[in-house]
């Protein structure tokens, strides 16, 4: 009931920067918690930052200071922004999100992925 469409993705130098973009779209009643994920192949796919619908965020060990999770709730869309990276972000990223379908119904839903390249 739930789709999400992310974008940003792509290669990058270390130390460059780039922007995530994952926008929710469908029939829903409110979307609650969105997060990005990310994984690398044969390995469990692992939280990199999470943020509510009132906008308490949560960040892995790995990235913090570094990564800023944000999102728009008017525009159903979550940021995040990954300055600083490193070859070992790379990674396929995936948007997540916790919502309601309806008031007493929650749902889980994932983005398709984008491949996060960091190399020289």
């Known amino acids: 009931q739930v789709q999400l469409v992310e974008s940003g993705g792509g290669l990058v130098q270390p130390g460059g920067s780039l922007r995530l973009s994952c926008t929710a779209s469908?029939?829903?009643?409110?979307?609650?918690?969105m997060g990005w994920y990310r994984q690398l192949p044969g390995k469990q796919r692992d939280l990199v930052a999470s943020?509510?619908?009132?906008?308490?965020?949560n960040y892995a060990d790995s990235v913090k200071g570094r990564v800023t999770i944000s999102r728009d709730n008017a525009k159903n869309t979550v940021y995040l922004q990954m300055n600083s990276l490193k070859p070992e972000d790379t990674a396929v990223y995936y948007c997540?999100?916790?919502?309601?379908?309806?008031?007493?119904?929650?749902?889980?839903?994932w983005g398709q992925g984008t491949q996060v390249t960091v190399s020289s």
């Open positions: 997540n999100a916790q919502y309601l379908l309806t008031k007493f119904s929650s749902r889980d839903t």
């Open positions: 469908g029939i829903f009643y409110t979307i609650e918690a």
């Open positions: 943020i509510t619908k009132g906008h308490t965020t």
